[in-house]
């Protein structure tokens, strides 16, 4: 990749997949991917919070981000992962199909959200991105988080 | 000189003498006569003004420095304790506690003290017999602060010590030019290079004084360098305007020169007397300090740290103990439970070194008191017992702003008029008590008052009005839930916003911190005989016994501290009462709360005809917690569930297991209704 000229405008995104849907944030939040490890159910909390996993000895809240996003439920298997990530002062992980990239994104690449991306909600998104063929979403972490009105969401056909 | 690495010591220590002429003042109130009290607060002065002189707090240093002399004349019997001078004596700690604080929050501690040192320099004044009379107030608070290169005791100590360093110690004269315009600037180079140089003990115009350009066009330092005469005359030459630099060395055992150089300056003077008065206190400070020397300080960020890393011990501990269980293996064995004696001492020491006596809460509340007492026109005494019970450090800072809240409830609310107080036949001055102990892994506070109680009418009233309750609850409640009424959110029995309590934060913010400690509060009232506000704390919020429980595959901790016992009952045990589960416990009847459906436990079936239950308390009330079965007990770390995780109903926390699984704690008192 030519870094010479443009270093200055790329930034590196950690890329997942859920739903065969391609997803990215930007790397500066994320602290750790983790494989799939048991979780201990929270009683009486939304119904995305999964529960804790126990990290290095901290104990942290996941979501599972097809529930959060009103996709059907798929069960975990082998390329599960848990992407931890820092925004604030919350730890949070986040669990996804896959998460297998990271990219380089010049900033200038990344467009205003659609009105409807497939079947997710635009609340939650910050942005897109076209490279080449592909096209990733950018997730507005803070929204995701947000515990406020998660009923609200409407399921959009796309 | 690099203050910043004496900065916390001075705060510290600054704070810890604060306290002393605190609680000495308060004693002086009671024993105006008592030298002893005279001495401490006259000895506590007299370090912070040294300190914060070195420091270079001017403000601090003048304010301690009048409140010296105040005690100076009283311990000499100059002064006579009057009441009326308590008040200053208050408002000058008062000023001296808020300009540490600011330094401490990272301020520069300056505030203007200069009211406040004409009260105290009137105090000293008032007397007759001490020359200062000649002088009126005013004068003598810019005296001190223009002098003429006068030094006081703690500059000469400095030129003394730098004098024995191999330091030189020059007097300084500046002249700057007369067509200088911006003098303030020149004079910020100057004291820039000299600065670089060495440091400047004194100035003459003050440096405020200086950067106002309030001078003509020469200033003198007393300066401290280990540069050369000449060195420094080039140096300061080079800053442009500056006209002639003359440098003076000033010899060892000259100084007194400069002390006597004012003689006519009066505030000099009683200096000068208590140098000399000085010398047999000190000495005596020092022998009570070398009793002391056995302990050290520790920044509590290295005992967190140490908290920290022993945590994630107990963690491995559990593990390890897992692991030797399964293996079987009797060497393992044997380590591992001479390993887990070993750590379960090194616990009991760290938890201890974090504990602090309740004393560093408590002693802020007699001032307090007596002040809301005044502004209420009541008559209020104090009594503290226990103020030696020790708590966790983190509970102690969190457990002050409770406190403070209910000691003024207990004053606004409680505590009557001393007009109504003798028509009901009790003495007009009332008394809150303030009471603290230990009891098994708790700490157990009281505030109690011989006020007026709680009237369980009007509080029901306010309830029905507010909706914290229904008639149709109001009708079974006791006298003592009626009570706890006022603690629920929603609730203020302010009739009247007297500015002391009822501000529009309820007692609910009382109750919602001391649960968040792991605690839980209890009132009890009698009408005209007073009320008793009784706080239940754990000693420690971070490691705690806990009963392990399962429930179908999940499992659980409850704290040991609140299980009164555990049983295995018949499912024929189980009554019903106003449709709700009971069983008959030794007589008692106590409600059953089902954790399986609290917790909504998935695929969970009752598959045998027993059911394990475990016994609650909070204050006298009981619940039964029915579980899956009991796992045993262990010393579990509490862990927070996070930030994004906040209120979970019942669950007060998290903790990991030995085999590295989390668990949730049970807060077993959100489940006691």
């Known amino acids: ?158 | 000189m690099e203050t910043n690495q004496y900065l916390d010591v001075f705060i510290d220590e600054s704070v810890e003498h604060l306290e002393t002429m605190s609680d000495n003042l308060l004693e002086l109130e009671k024993n105006p006569e008592e030298k002893s009290i005279i001495e401490g607060i006259f000895r506590a002065a007299h370090t912070i003004k040294g300190m914060s002189a070195t420091m270079g707090y001017q403000d601090l240093a003048d304010l301690t420095h009048n409140l010296e002399n105040v005690f100076d004349g009283i311990r000499y019997d100059k002064i006579k304790v009057e009441p009326d001078m308590m008040d200053v004596l208050f408002d000058t700690l008062d000023q001296l506690n808020a300009m540490v604080e600011d330094i401490s929050s990272g301020g520069d501690g300056k505030r203007d003290v200069s009211t406040q040192i004409k009260k105290l320099a009137s105090i000293e004044k008032g007397e007759p017999f001490t020359d200062v009379t000649s002088n009126n107030g005013e004068n003598d608070a810019e005296q001190a602060d223009v002098g003429n290169l006068s030094l006081d005791e703690f500059e000469l100590a400095i030129l003394n010590e730098s004098a024995e360093r191999g330091f030189n110690n020059f007097e300084v004269e500046v002249q700057l030019s007369e067509k200088c315009l911006l003098k303030g600037a020149r004079v910020f180079m100057v004291f820039e290079v000299l600065e670089q140089m060495g440091e400047v003990i004194k100035s003459n115009p003050p440096v405020s004084e200086l950067e106002e350009e309030n001078f003509d066009y020469s200033f003198n330092v007393i300066f401290v360098t280990q540069q050369s005469e000449d060195e420094v005359v080039q140096k300061i030459k080079k800053v442009s305007e500056v006209s002639e630099v003359n440098v003076k060395e000033i010899a060892q055992g000259n100084y007194e020169d400069y002390q006597e150089k004012d003689s006519a300056d009066v505030e000099q003077q009683a200096i000068q007397e208590q140098t000399s008065s000085e010398q047999a206190p000190t000495q005596q400070s020092n022998g009570s300090n070398q009793a002391r020397r056995k302990t050290i300080r520790v920044n509590i960020d290295r005992l967190d740290v140490l908290m920290n890393l022993f945590e994630e011990l107990v963690i491995d501990r559990g593990r390890l103990e897992q692991i030797s269980t399964d293996l079987n293996n009797v060497d393992l064995t044997e380590t591992v439970e001479r390993m887990s004696r070993v750590s379960g001492d090194l616990q009991d020491i760290i938890l201890n070194m974090r504990m602090v006596p309740i004393d560093s809460v408590f002693n802020r509340f007699p001032r307090m008191i007596r002040q809301l007492a005044r502004e209420l026109d009541k008559e209020i005494g104090i009594d503290i017992i226990g103020a030696d019970t020790e708590l966790d450090r983190t509970v102690i800072d969190e457990i002050g702003d409770p406190l403070v809240h209910l000691i003024r409830n207990a004053i606004d609310h409680g505590i009557e008029s001393p007009a109504d107080r003798v028509t009901k036949g009790k003495p007009s001055k009332g008394t809150i008590t303030l009471k603290a102990y230990q009891g098994g892994n708790y700490v157990f506070i009281e505030i109690s008052d011989d006020g007026a109680g709680i009237n369980r009418e009007r509080v029901l009233n306010k309830a029905l009005e507010n909706n914290v309750v229904t008639s149709e609850e109001a009708k079974h409640l006791t006298d003592q839930e009626v009570y706890e009424l006022i603690l629920e959110s929603g609730f203020s029995t302010a009739d009247s916003i007297s500015g002391v309590s009822g501000r529009g934060v309820g007692l609910d913010v009382v109750k919602n911190t001391i649960q968040k400690l792991g605690g839980n509060i209890t009132i009890d009232a009698t009408p005209d005989k007073g009320s008793i506000f009784s706080i239940q704390l754990p000693l420690t919020l971070s490691i705690i016994s806990a009963l392990l429980v399962e429930i179908k595959d999940e499992k659980f901790a409850i704290p040991l501290a609140s299980i009164i016992e555990t049983v295995i009952l018949h499912k024929d045990d189980i009554l019903s009462a106003h449709n709700k589960k009971v069983i008959d416990f030794r007589g008692n009847i106590v409600p059953l709360a089902f954790l399986h459906s609290i917790f909504d436990v998935p695929d969970y079936e009752a598959d045998s005809d027993y059911i394990s239950v475990v016994i609650v308390k909070k204050g006298d009330r009981m619940s039964g917690l029915v579980v899956g079965s009991f796992i045993g007990q262990q010393e579990v770390v509490l862990k927070p569930l996070g930030n994004y995780l906040k209120d979970v109903p019942a669950i007060s926390g998290a903790t990991i297991l030995g085999d590295g699984q989390v668990a949730l704690i049970i807060d077993s008192n959100s489940l006691i209704r």
Not at chain 1, 6 to 19: M, P, Q, Y
Not at chain 1, 72 to 91: G, N, V
Not at chain 1, 97 to 103: K, P, S, T, Y
Not at chain 1, 104 to 122: F, G, K
């Open chain 1, 1 to 158: 990749m030519p870094y010479e000229e443009s270093t200055l405008n790329l930034k590196k995104f950690i890329v997942f997949e859920i739903a065969d849907e391609e997803f990215a944030i930007p790397v500066e939040k994320v602290g750790a991917i983790e494989r799939l490890e048991s979780i201990t159910r929270v009683p009486q909390t939304e119904k995305f919070v999964k529960g804790v996993i126990n990290l290095r000895g901290v104990v942290i809240p996941v979501i599972d981000l097809r529930t959060r996003f009103g996709l059907e439920t798929k069960s975990y298997d082998e390329s599960t992962r848990i992407i931890i990530i820092h925004l604030d002062e919350t730890e949070v992980g986040l669990i996804v199909d896959q998460a297998n990239d990271v990219i380089d994104i010049s900033e200038d690449s990344i467009e205003p959200a659609p009105e409807v991306v497939d079947e997710i909600d635009i609340d939650y998104i910050s942005g897109v991105i076209k490279i080449d063929k592909r096209l990733l979403i950018m997730i507005d972490l803070h929204r995701v988080l947000s515990i406020e009105n998660p009923s609200e969401y409407t399921n959009t056909e796309g």
